[in-house]
């Protein structure tokens, strides 16, 4: 009998070791970041839009309050208000609950303070920036940039556009050649995080510093006012968190 042919496997290097040690880099930073922002959060577990906070008319809160003389935790997005008793607003096992928007296990520190929590995420606000800037001057010196994530003329095709929605939406993955290098929704949604999200989480962030307020106001009014930018921060973070973790696997 025939030995059976077994395929061949190849090792594609699609990042060399700089773009993936930064990336890392970033996802740690990102996730302690998200982590020492919801102790911040915890402080004030509330939401507003505009220049100042209008404390009877938050767009998300976390608390505590009594329902038929029992104490639940109550989380309010909008229009909607969820029972989220034991995880926000009112967390902790039966019996040993406290109120608080996050609970322990979800913030850094995990006991409540808003100084150990402002200097975490200052630390990791400047690894988050220099790692940043690390992984752009060497995307772009290296072409890293210009050859893995600027979408090609034939890309920007509209007809390739909706043919690589259409199959994606199908879940049929690029297999071959073609798995080597990334597709065009692959392409626009790194760019998205790394030149729009990103940089907007930090400038929304910078917007909170009384400091920078004086020196920039006019970026601050950009955004809608400190309590717009603290909501867009929030926003931006989560975001961003979720796409380095998705793109861990990629």
Request: proline content about 4%; charged content about 15%; glycine content about 8%.
């Amino acid at each position: 009998m025939d030995d059976k042919v077994r395929p061949t496997k190849v090792l594609i290097r699609r990042h060399t070791l700089v773009t993936r040690l930064t990336h890392w880099v970033n996802v740690m930073a990102i996730s302690l970041l998200l982590m020492s922002g919801l102790q911040i959060f915890n402080a004030h577990p509330a939401l507003y839009w505009g220049e100042t906070s209008t404390f009877a008319d938050p767009w998300v809160s976390m608390s505590m309050r009594e329902v038929d003389g029992v104490a639940r935790g109550i989380t309010i997005v909008g229009d909607y208000q969820f029972d989220t008793t034991g995880v926000l607003g009112w967390s902790g096992e039966e019996g040993m609950r406290e109120q608080r928007g996050f609970p322990s296990w979800a913030t850094i520190p995990s006991y409540r303070s808003l100084a150990d929590g402002r200097m975490w995420h200052f630390f990791f606000a400047w690894l988050f920036v220099i790692n940043g800037l690390v992984y752009w001057l060497w995307g772009l010196i290296g072409g890293h940039i210009r050859r893995d994530m600027l979408p090609t003329r034939a890309q920007l095709a509209p007809r390739h556009i909706l043919h690589e929605i259409i199959t994606h939406a199908q879940l049929k993955f690029p297999r071959g050649e073609k798995a080597r290098a990334y597709n065009v929704i692959q392409k626009f949604t790194y760019l998205a995080v790394i030149v729009v999200l990103l940089p907007m989480m930090l400038a929304t962030g910078l917007c909170m510093s009384p400091g920078f307020n004086a020196t920039l106001p006019w970026l601050t009014d950009l955004f809608g006012g400190r309590q717009s930018s603290y909501s867009l921060c929030s926003m931006c973070s989560w975001s961003s968190c979720q796409a380095s973790g998705t793109t861990c696997a990629r």
